[in-house]
């Protein structure tokens, strides 16, 4: 199996300082893969690298057989990566269906199913489609940032820490959407500080410790690991 | 009452002027949160340009072309002229700075502003230069109600104004690029995530904001008829007044705050003294910056994290 996303001994600077090294990972296509790691580890900077936000200073970013290291994010996102951004980022000023279509931005066409779709996973966006995105409560504003990235129709869908913020219970179905994507066939990176859950539904794990990969394999190999139970897990 | 509706159709007129004006600064501010201290001389240029094209094809009192065709002309070159310089100053005085602390742009534009006074105090001297529309157009023509006439040439510069202002807010609300000027506006990186080029956006934003700017050079050459290497300075620094009165960053305030200070400055002339109208006009920016530094529209500055 070829990897649809990948990163190649990557280096990512900010200025001076040195935040990714030697980093290298892979999803492949429709496989669900965690990144996990404390604060500061590196983990945004990881899948900004995927989508270009930040460009590596050394290594190689490779999407469906295409090096995109130096690509545009427009590029990326034309082929298929979509992004949920850290704390949402949602455009406040705007309408939850604007919002939508800048999901959409890079497609020409009828957004009309997409829409649909959108509102099948997500009945409380339908039903605030008007409203500012800044008026609705976190946990709308979170699907409304999940909503977008769907718009686009990715095959590789990167998410920042999704159920940060959200109350238990939003948790619980924002894991259960993470799910519903991935058996639809999407490839999905994601960060998550909630170890347990995440480890729980990947297909595999990293682990991301001061800018270096410490630990990868399969989730269920992770899930058992002695170190990252004591660091993360909680057990 | 008479008088009152004469000042009431000075301050429209200037209105218009002004809150064209105020929407180039506060749409770049909006963006890029930048002063664009040069946008008064854009304005200017775009008011030299149509003088240049009313030169070229004869003059006020004899053109070679059907009056309605000039004028039109010299709005489309106005237009071009000052859009053509913001694409340019966006290119070469704001772009590479991009990254450098504030105060950089900032000085890059208070140069980018004295070089162009002084560009056109080269190529066209430092005497004032009429559009004499009088010759072109009978002043005497156009709506006369009772005793309140307006000229035809204030009606045409009124309409314009609300029009371009009518196409751009339907090109914010309704276009793509609108929509991605918003969303630029209000938080560049997540944009950036949306797959939106935002070096285009940003160029889009000072072409739209020159382009007006433009027209309204040409609108002050048609109505009140002083074009100078200098004319941009008072006027950006009011429109600059209009656009913080209104509330930086807002497309909606810049309309008001343009249309406030024209209003005022009409207004104060008419009734107290012109000698006072720049400190009545300036005295409502201290006012505002005081009381209300939001302005009317204030907007909300997005949550950085
Ligand atoms: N734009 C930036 N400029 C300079 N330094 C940055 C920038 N963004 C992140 N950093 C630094 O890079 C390091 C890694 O940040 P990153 O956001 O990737 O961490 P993270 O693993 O996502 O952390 P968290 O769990 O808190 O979200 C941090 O030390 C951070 O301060
Ligand atoms: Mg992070």
């Given at each position: 199996?070829?990897?649809?996303?990948?990163?190649?001994?990557?280096?990512?600077?900010?200025?001076?300082?040195h935040?990714?090294?030697?980093?290298?990972?892979?999803?492949?296509?429709?496989?669900?893969?965690?990144?996990?790691?404390?604060?500061a580890?590196?983990?945004s900077?990881?899948?900004?690298?995927?989508?270009?936000?930040?460009?590596?200073?050394?290594?190689?970013?490779?999407?469906?057989?295409?090096?995109?290291?130096?690509?545009?994010?427009?590029?990326?996102?034309a082929?298929?990566?979509?992004?949920?951004?850290?704390?949402?980022?949602?455009?406040a000023?705007?309408?939850?269906?604007?919002?939508?279509?800048?999901?959409?931005?890079?497609?020409?066409?009828?957004?009309?199913?997409?829409?649909?779709?959108?509102?099948?996973?997500?009945?409380?966006?339908?039903?605030?489609?008007?409203?500012?995105?800044?008026?609705?409560?976190?946990?709308?504003?979170?699907?409304?940032?999940?909503?977008?990235?769907?718009?686009?129709?990715?095959?590789?869908l990167?998410?920042?820490?999704?159920s940060?913020?959200l109350?238990?219970v939003?948790?619980?179905?924002?894991?259960?959407?993470?799910?519903?994507?991935?058996?639809?066939?999407?490839?999905?990176?994601?960060?998550?500080?909630?170890?347990?859950?995440?480890?729980?539904?990947?297909?595999?794990?990293?682990v991301?410790?001061?800018?270096?990969?410490?630990?990868?394999g399969?989730?269920?190999?992770?899930?058992?690991?002695?170190?990252?139970k004591?660091?993360?897990?909680?057990? | 009452?008479?008088?009152?509706?004469?000042?009431?159709?000075?301050?429209?007129?200037?209105?218009?002027?002004?809150?064209?004006?105020?929407?180039?600064?506060?749409?770049?501010?909006?963006?890029?949160?930048?002063?664009?201290?040069?946008?008064?001389?854009?304005?200017?240029?775009?008011?030299?340009?149509?003088?240049?094209?009313?030169?070229?094809?004869g003059?006020?009192?004899?053109?070679?072309?059907?009056?309605?065709?000039?004028?039109?002309?010299?709005?489309?070159?106005?237009?071009?002229?000052?859009?053509?310089?913001?694409?340019?100053?966006?290119?070469?005085?704001?772009?590479?700075?991009?990254?450098a602390?504030?105060?950089?742009?900032?000085i890059?534009?208070v140069?980018?502003?004295?070089?162009?006074?002084?560009?056109?105090?080269?190529?066209?001297?430092?005497?004032?230069?009429?559009?004499?529309?009088?010759?072109?157009?009978?002043?005497?023509?156009?709506?006369?109600?009772?005793?309140?006439?307006i000229?035809?040439?204030?009606?045409?510069v009124?309409?314009?104004?609300?029009?371009?202002m009518?196409?751009l807010?339907?090109?914010?609300?309704r276009?793509?690029?609108?929509?991605?000027?918003?969303?630029?506006?209000?938080?560049?990186?997540?944009?950036?995530?949306?797959?939106?080029?935002?070096?285009?956006?940003?160029?889009?934003?000072?072409?739209?904001?020159?382009?007006?700017?433009?027209?309204?050079?040409?609108?002050?050459?048609?109505?009140?008829?002083?074009?100078?290497?200098f004319?941009?300075?008072?006027?950006?620094?009011?429109?600059?007044t209009?656009?913080?009165?209104?509330?930086?960053?807002?497309i909606?305030?810049?309309?008001?705050?343009?249309?406030?200070?024209?209003?005022?400055?009409?207004?104060?002339?008419?009734?107290?003294s012109?000698?006072?109208?720049?400190?009545?006009?300036?005295?409502?920016?201290?006012?505002?910056?005081?009381?209300?530094p939001?302005?009317?529209?204030?907007?909300?500055?997005?949550v950085?994290?």
């Amino acid at each position: 199996m070829s990897a649809l996303l990948e990163l190649v001994d990557v280096d990512t600077f900010y200025g001076e300082i040195h935040i990714l090294q030697k980093v290298s990972l892979e999803v492949g296509p429709g496989e669900l893969v965690c990144l996990l790691g404390g604060n500061a580890s590196g983990k945004s900077t990881t899948l900004k690298t995927c989508l270009g936000i930040v460009r590596p200073a050394e290594g190689r970013v490779v999407f469906d057989g295409e090096d995109v290291t130096h690509a545009p994010t427009s590029h990326r996102i034309a082929r298929g990566m979509a992004i949920v951004p850290e704390n949402r980022r949602v455009f406040a000023p705007m309408t939850v269906l604007e919002n939508l279509e800048l999901g959409a931005y890079l497609r020409d066409g009828d957004l009309t199913e997409d829409f649909e779709r959108v509102f099948d996973l997500f009945p409380r966006l339908y039903e605030r489609r008007d409203q500012l995105a800044g008026t609705l409560s976190g946990g709308e504003q979170q699907m409304l940032a999940m909503g977008r990235a769907l718009m686009s129709r990715p095959r590789m869908l990167l998410m920042d820490e999704p159920s940060m913020g959200l109350a238990p219970v939003l948790v619980e179905q924002s894991f259960q959407i993470i799910s519903d994507v991935h058996a639809q066939g999407v490839g999905i990176l994601v960060v998550e500080q909630n170890a347990n859950m995440a480890l729980q539904i990947a297909d595999r794990g990293y682990v991301l410790q001061t800018g270096r990969i410490v630990l990868s394999g399969p989730a269920s190999e992770l899930a058992e690991d002695e170190d990252l139970k004591r660091a993360y897990l909680g057990r | 009452m008479e008088f009152f509706l004469q000042q009431l159709v000075n301050g429209l007129t200037l209105g218009g002027v002004y809150a064209l004006i105020a929407l180039g600064y506060s749409m770049v501010y909006g963006i890029l949160k930048l002063l664009n201290f040069a946008h008064g001389d854009v304005y200017m240029v775009g008011a030299f340009a149509g003088y240049a094209v009313l030169v070229a094809f004869g003059g006020p009192t004899d053109p070679r072309i059907p009056v309605v065709v000039l004028i039109f002309a010299m709005f489309l070159a106005g237009m071009a002229a000052s859009g053509i310089l913001g694409v340019v100053i966006e290119r070469f005085a704001y772009r590479p700075l991009r990254n450098a602390p504030r105060i950089a742009p900032l000085i890059s534009a208070v140069g980018v502003s004295f070089f162009l006074q002084n560009a056109a105090l080269l190529v066209a001297g430092a005497r004032f230069r009429s559009y004499g529309t009088a010759k072109m157009v009978d002043p005497s023509t156009g709506l006369q109600w009772g005793p309140l006439r307006i000229s035809i040439i204030r009606i045409v510069v009124i309409l314009s104004a609300v029009a371009l202002m009518v196409v751009l807010h339907l090109l914010v609300k309704r276009t793509k690029l609108g929509k991605a000027m918003r969303a630029t506006a209000y938080d560049r990186e997540a944009a950036a995530m949306m797959g939106i080029d935002v070096d285009r956006v940003i160029v889009a934003t000072f072409l739209i904001g020159s382009v007006l700017a433009g027209a309204a050079g040409v609108m002050v050459g048609l109505v009140f008829s002083r074009v100078f290497h200098f004319m941009g300075f008072i006027a950006g620094l009011k429109g600059f007044t209009a656009a913080v009165i209104g509330g930086i960053g807002s497309i909606p305030g810049a309309m008001m705050g343009g249309l406030l200070i024209g209003l005022a400055e009409a207004f104060s002339a008419g009734y107290i003294s012109s000698t006072f109208q720049n400190l009545i006009v300036f005295g409502l920016l201290i006012a505002f910056l005081l009381i209300r530094p939001r302005g009317i529209f204030g907007v909300p500055e997005p949550v950085k994290v």
